[in-house]
């Protein structure tokens, strides 16, 4: 039995990462959970799956927590905030740590782990936009691998298969996006976009702040990030355009001119199940996809003006340093105030343009400095904007 542990178990990636695990019970073994602050689900998994041990956002969550196990006479050790996190990733039991906690929160807990010899299953792509390079490198390191959750990325692990990820047999990769919710609405209507429209995302369920990413692009522009360090591939390598359709997730065309494009339902269980039973293959019995039923298959150049944090994505990826770094922690500061309505959706874009532009580039960031500029980064927003 493979022994896991979650970041973010209650989250849409966490529940159904769950549900792989229920689908394979007799493949896995749940060594710990951390959730932030939804106790009563919180509660069911832990009574379902039966962790050795717990983490919650802070210690009012513990409490809480801790009153509601005890009218169930269930012991179990509770840990909270960022050294609960810290607890969880590096367990020693662990042998697969999945990470899908969204945003910068998993950083240090992920690159802890690795310090740890244990290898990670990475659903946030916050990781590896902020500290891409130091996270590949102490994981070649350590002899640990990343494996992506990302469906996008997870297809190019299958695509890539073909030439055993060498990137100089690469001609291009190109990422799709569904378009999220606007990319057929005007530009001029962009300024009355609300959070309950932004919301709407056409083909995927997921947690909030992913779905506000892709109705800017900003989530597309983070994938672009995390290809490059998935795969060691040039910038001018990775591709995106835009598939309306959510059935191809992603395709990698060879120097010889071939291309593979891989598919499948747009459920996240799919890429979750391949990153957990990797290299392994099992046979769940979810709905697979019918390409009879999809009839059509479309693809559309993006448009950058409209969706300029596509564009400021792939210039930040290419400055590296802590280009990126401030980028992602001002995207994550933008749209957690867009999200309590404190902003308009197009002062995002402001906001993470603003905050590139104006700071103080660092070329070698280590991952101390990384974590103390993203927060640096969001305390700055949230004081002006809060
Ligand atoms: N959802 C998808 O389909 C999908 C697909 C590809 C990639 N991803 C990536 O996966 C990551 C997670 O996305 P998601 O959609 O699953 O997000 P989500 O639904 O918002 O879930 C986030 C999870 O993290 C927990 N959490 C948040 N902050 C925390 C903290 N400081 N300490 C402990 N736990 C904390 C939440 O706990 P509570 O809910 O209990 O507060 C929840 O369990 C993101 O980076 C996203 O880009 C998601």
């Avoid at 042998?95 to 690159?111: D, F, H, K, N, R």
């Avoid at 782990?113 to 902020?130: R, Y």
């Avoid at 350590?142 to 996008?152: A, F, K, Q, R, Y």
């Avoid at 309950?196 to 702040?209: D, F, R, Y």
Wanted: hydrophobic letters at 45%.
């Amino acid at each position: 039995m493979k022994k896991i542990s979650i970041l973010g178990s209650t989250g849409s990636v966490g529940t159904q990462t769950l549900q792989v695990i229920e689908q394979f019970p007799e493949e896995f073994q749940v060594v710990s959970l951390a959730a932030g602050k939804n106790i009563s689900l919180f509660k069911e998994q832990i009574k379902k799956f039966k962790p050795l041990f717990v983490a919650v956002y802070s210690d009012k969550e513990k409490d809480e927590l801790a009153k509601e196990l005890e009218k169930e006479n269930i012991q179990i050790e509770i840990f909270s905030g960022q050294k609960g996190l810290l607890e969880i990733a590096t367990a020693s039991e662990n042998e697969l740590l999945i990470v899908a906690i969204s945003g910068t929160a998993s950083l240090a807990p992920t690159y802890k782990a690795i310090q740890a010899k244990i290898s990670i299953a990475l659903a946030c792509k916050e990781v590896l936009v902020a500290a891409g390079s130091l996270i590949m490198a102490e994981a070649k390191k350590n002899g640990v691998s990343i494996l992506p959750i990302d469906s996008e990325h997870a297809a190019l692990k299958q695509c890539l298969a073909s030439v055993k990820e060498d990137s100089a047999l690469v001609q291009k990769v190109i990422l799709t996006a569904s378009g999220g919710p606007f990319w057929k609405l005007p530009k001029s209507e962009f300024k009355d976009i609300t959070v309950e429209m932004a919301l709407k995302h056409p083909n995927w369920t997921m947690g909030s702040k992913i779905t506000i990413d892709s109705a800017t692009m900003m989530n597309k522009g983070l994938e672009v990030i995390e290809a490059h360090h998935f795969y060691g591939l040039e910038y001018e390598k990775i591709k995106v355009l835009f598939h309306p359709q959510s059935v191809v997730h992603a395709l990698a065309e060879f120097v010889d001119g071939n291309m593979i494009a891989q598919m499948g339902p747009h459920d996240m269980r799919f890429p979750i199940q391949y990153a957990l039973t990797y290299p392994k293959k099992l046979c769940p019995d979810w709905a697979r996809l019918n390409l009879a039923k999809v009839a059509k298959l479309e693809f559309y150049e993006p448009d950058f003006d409209k969706f300029p944090l596509l564009r400021l994505a792939y210039e930040t990826g290419e400055k590296g340093g802590s280009a990126p770094v401030i980028m992602n922690a001002s995207n994550e500061a933008a749209v957690s105030l867009f999200l309590r309505k404190k902003i308009k959706f197009l002062d995002i874009y402001k906001i993470v343009q603003e905050a590139v532009d104006n700071h103080v580039f660092l070329s070698n960031p280590t991952i101390e400095h990384i974590i103390r500029l993203d927060h640096l980064v969001k305390d700055e927003i949230f004081a002006a904007y809060e």
